[in-house]
Structures are given as C-alpha cells and as structure tokens.
C-alpha cells in the first residue's frame, strides 16, 4: 500500500512539475496517462484476485459486479488510449482532461482504501470504486466528443 501511494503522489508531483513548468512534451503526454493505467489496472486485476472487490448486497447477487467493474475499465483504458493514439497519427494531441484526472484521483483513493484490508475501509475503497468507473465512463464520451471534434476531416 504504501508503494502504491508513493507512485501516486510522485506521479501528481511529476505532473504539477511538469505544467508549471512547461516540461510538457507530447512523449510525456503519452506516457504519462500509459503508465497511470498500467499501474491502475494492474492493481485492480491483482485486487479482484484476491477478493477485495467481492461488493455484497443484501437480498441481490453480486457475484459479477467485480469483474464487470474491472473489465469497464480495461476496456475503457484501451479505448481511450486507442482514440489518443488515432489522433495522434493525425497530427492532434489529446491531452488528459480534467475529468479523467479526477477519475485516476477516485481511482488512487479507492484502491490505497482497498489495499488496507481494513475492513469499514474497504467497503468504503469499493463504493469508490464503483463510483471511479461512472467518473470513467463520463470521462470516456468526453473524449469521444473531443475526439470527433478535433480530428480534421
């Protein structure tokens, strides 16, 4: 856990760095967001594993809401990444929003909560969790949006 929260706080001190700064490259542009994911959806994959996204609702069957909330995001990863990776190839930098950084924020939080193990704070990293993935499908038709308007035609 606290190598986790470690890579998160230098990942936002790297980026705080980087845009007062202007150290902003397209490469970091790039990179950035790739490394976010990795990181992000590794430990995801690693928490489904080990059950601490087993969510339980009284009186309702849960048993697919955990791989369905990692695979929304995996998927919404790798389309995203794909988007940006088209755009490029276009000549068009898509750089993260505000909405997907306050996705990968929620994301960071409910994951360091789960990673406790505690038990009132898992609950807590996994309502979290739930909400990060509606913060990234809101975030996912942003991009779409930016995407459809920003490529030339």
């Known amino acids: 856990m606290v190598t986790f929260i470690v890579v998160g706080l230098s990942d936002y001190t ?25 990181i992000i959806l590794s430990i995801m994959i690693m928490l489904l594993w080990i059950g601490r996204l087993d969510i339980h609702i009284k009186n309702f069957s849960t048993d697919l809401v955990a791989p369905i909330l990692v695979i929304v995001t995996v998927g919404r990863e790798m389309a995203i990444t794909g988007l940006r990776d088209i755009a490029s190839s276009a000549g068009v930098t898509m750089a993260a929003d505000k909405g997907g950084k306050i996705k990968t924020w929620i994301q960071f939080v409910s994951i360091s909560l789960l990673l406790t193990g505690l038990s009132g704070l898992v609950e807590l990293g996994q309502s979290l969790l739930i909400i990060s993935v509606i913060a990234a499908l809101w975030s996912a038709i942003r991009y779409v949006l930016k995407f459809i308007k920003g490529l030339p035609v």
């Open 14 to 38: 790297d980026g705080w760095i980087a845009r007062k700064y202007h150290y902003e490259s397209k490469l970091g542009m790039l990179l950035d967001p790739l490394a976010d994911k990795l």
